[in-house]
């Protein structure tokens, strides 16, 4: 669906999708890692906006803004999904995970976790990846 046709509160929602995926795909190349987890975790206060919508809409949105965003990995929608979910009062948890490469090597991978589901980076083969590293809270 184009932007310009879409309800006004689905098209707001998806510009700022798309400005906190564009912001942490900036972030990861120029901050410490410390930086950008506080960020993500950050809430500044809850959006009644964003509390009325299912987690499964904060994610479409995400996953939506990532394909115009040239680079915006599994990492980056991770963190930017977080943020939005904290806003929205959610507790959901970014999980890393690495795995041996066909090649011998390690293949990382990040997704979030909320209220039981994964609402991005499901590859499909999650459980290849051996987690290595989680942020937020255990209770998504």
Do not use: N
């Amino acid at each position: 669906m184009k932007l310009l046709a879409m309800p006004a509160g689905e098209r707001r929602l998806l510009v700022r999708a798309l400005c906190l995926v564009f912001a942490f795909r900036v972030a990861l190349r120029v901050m410490d890692w410390s930086r950008i987890r506080a960020l993500a975790a950050r809430s500044e206060g809850r959006s009644a906006v964003l509390a009325k919508l299912a987690p499964v809409r904060l994610a479409w949105a995400v996953r939506a803004a990532a394909r115009r965003v040239p680079g915006a990995t599994c990492m980056t929608q991770s963190f930017a999904l977080r943020h939005l979910l904290a806003q929205a009062g959610h507790a959901a948890e970014i999980r890393i995970g690495v795995a041996r490469s066909e090649r011998g090597g390690l293949d990382s991978h990040a997704w979030v976790v909320c209220h039981g589901s994964v609402l991005v980076g499901d590859t499909g083969d999650l459980e290849r990846y051996r987690p290595i590293l989680s942020m937020g809270s255990r209770h998504a």
